[in-house]
């Protein structure tokens, strides 16, 4: 449809004064709008990048030593060393020796189930006993059911500083327990990797356990609680983090909104948190937006301007782009529809007939999984110009939709119009279309239908339609009219 001058300028006006007043009321209530896409920003996209990113580091820097330990498990040397006695100690220090030097571990041991002695990177430290409560490690270590755990505890052999230990399970190999071996971290240098994280990132970073404790948070945060369900509204939102997925949340927390992203590592057994305040980014955003608004009227005077010059350039390449299948080079339905208007309109004014035929490429999927959606083209082409050779200059063709055409014949009853649609058929069976060298047969089944008096177009094509839809139970390659169905 092309619009006139009026139109055109009508449509100015409108969007003028739709303009406008969309600015207006964004400057009304541009703090609401700017803290949404705020929150948007940083909970949906913002935050999950950064502990995705974190998470990458926290597999590079705190992961490794759960795969230190794991090798050590399952260590050829170290189970064959144990199940021959555990003759000589000194191979197995200096083995822990090694590993603690490899890897630069903080510590590095292994308890034997057998002797219960504690083997240290230096030397043999004691004998764990169950009686003893620094030893009640080990015993938990020895009833578990899962390769390995985590633990703070203070380090005998380092003036018990305060280190996190990965004790893994070691079994022999039938799959019995030998011993608990590991390594181990200092706090403080798990505390030093996670300031990086904060300097890096920007963000408050802190891991808590499952129970919802605080264990390790980085040196001057101010997180004084040692528990989330004391850290303002966060305690509610604990039943909301989930081991399978990450939960971005928000929260106020003494007065300040606070954005959150709760993250499980399922190899430390710990949520990582990874937390935003909100509130000092308001004020830039505040500042942005008295920019923004600045820019979006003169945006604005722009767009008017060019809105005009825009419309007239394009009518005509719309006007085209509607009226014409890009494949086949037929009308397209919306026009065809706008053209059998008119043609039910004059023939209804001068008492001629008008008959209408609906086709469709019989098992066009089969031919499209057969022989390649680009043979298929080949053949709506094809039959596109057997339908446009069979007809007059007066009648009216379109792609319909898909693989089905339809045909608007001026003057003509139902005994011409089978004529007509016979020919069409004919005309594609005997085509021999063929695509990459090899032969694509194809047919067609056609529906015919004749304008009754008081009848509009879309009454008619839909009688059409059924005629088609009977030609096709009838075993296709034939034409289905309204009173009868003639085979090819």
Avoid at 304 to 324: G, H, N, P, V, Y
Wanted: glycine share 6%; net charge negative.
């Amino acid at each position: 449809m092309r619009l006139g001058v009026l139109d055109r300028r009508l449509l100015v006006i409108i969007v003028s004064t739709l303009l406008i007043g969309g600015f207006l009321a964004t400057s009304l209530a541009s703090y609401f709008v700017s803290r949404q896409s705020l929150r948007n920003a940083v909970v949906d996209t913002e935050l999950p990048l950064t502990s995705d990113n974190i998470y990458s580091e926290i597999q590079k820097d705190l992961i490794q030593p759960i795969l230190i330990s794991s090798v050590m498990a399952t260590d050829t040397f170290l189970r064959n060393w144990v199940l021959d006695g555990e003759g000589d100690e000194t191979r197995v220090i200096q083995y822990l020796h090694d590993i603690k030097q490899r890897y630069g571990a903080f510590t590095s041991f292994f308890v034997s189930e057998r002797t219960r002695r504690y083997y240290h990177a230096d030397s043999v430290l004691k004998t764990v006993q169950e009686t003893e409560p620094r030893d009640e490690w080990y015993f938990r270590v020895r009833r578990m059911t899962v390769p390995y755990e985590i633990n703070v505890d203070p380090d005998l052999a380092n003036q018990d500083t305060m280190t996190i230990f990965i004790n893994y399970r070691v079994l022999d190999y039938q799959g019995n327990f030998i011993g608990a071996t590991g390594i181990g971290l200092t706090v403080n240098a798990v505390r030093s990797l996670i300031n990086d994280y904060q300097r890096r990132f920007g963000r408050t970073v802190y891991f808590v356990d499952q129970a919802g404790r605080i264990v390790l948070i980085g040196e001057g945060e101010a997180v004084p609680e040692n528990d989330v369900r004391d850290r303002g509204d966060l305690g509610s939102l604990m039943p909301q983090w989930s081991r399978e997925a990450t939960r971005s949340l928000e929260y106020d927390y003494r007065g300040h909104t606070r954005f959150l992203n709760a993250r499980f590592i399922p190899e430390l057994g710990w949520y990582l948190l990874v937390e935003k305040d909100a509130d000092g980014d308001l004020a830039e955003i505040r500042n942005a937006l008295y920019v923004n608004l600045a820019i979006c009227a003169l945006i604005t005077v722009l767009v008017l301007l060019a809105m005009w010059i825009t419309i007239s350039r394009f009518q005509k390449r719309l006007d085209a782009t509607a009226a014409a299948d890009k494949l086949t080079g037929l009308a397209t339905r919306h026009a065809f529809d706008i053209l059998l208007q008119q043609a039910v309109r004059d023939a209804q004014r001068q008492e001629q007939p008008v008959a209408a035929i609906m086709i469709d490429v019989d098992n066009f999927k089969a031919i499209n999984d057969g022989f390649g959606h680009l043979a298929g083209d080949r053949v709506l082409c094809g039959v596109a110009n057997a339908i446009r050779a069979s007809l007059r200059s007066s009648d009216i063709i379109c792609r319909w939709g898909g693989d089905e055409f339809q045909v608007a014949l001026r003057n003509c009853d139902l005994a011409n119009a089978a004529r007509v649609a016979e020919t069409i058929r004919l005309t594609v069976e005997q085509a021999g279309f063929s695509f990459d060298g090899k032969a694509v047969p194809a047919t067609v089944s056609a529906g015919i239908a004749v304008l009754r008096p008081g009848e509009d177009m879309e009454t008619l094509t839909a009688r059409a339609d059924a005629a088609l839809y009977r030609a096709k139970q009838a075993g296709r390659n034939c034409i289905g009219a309204e009173d009868e169905v003639a085979e090819g």
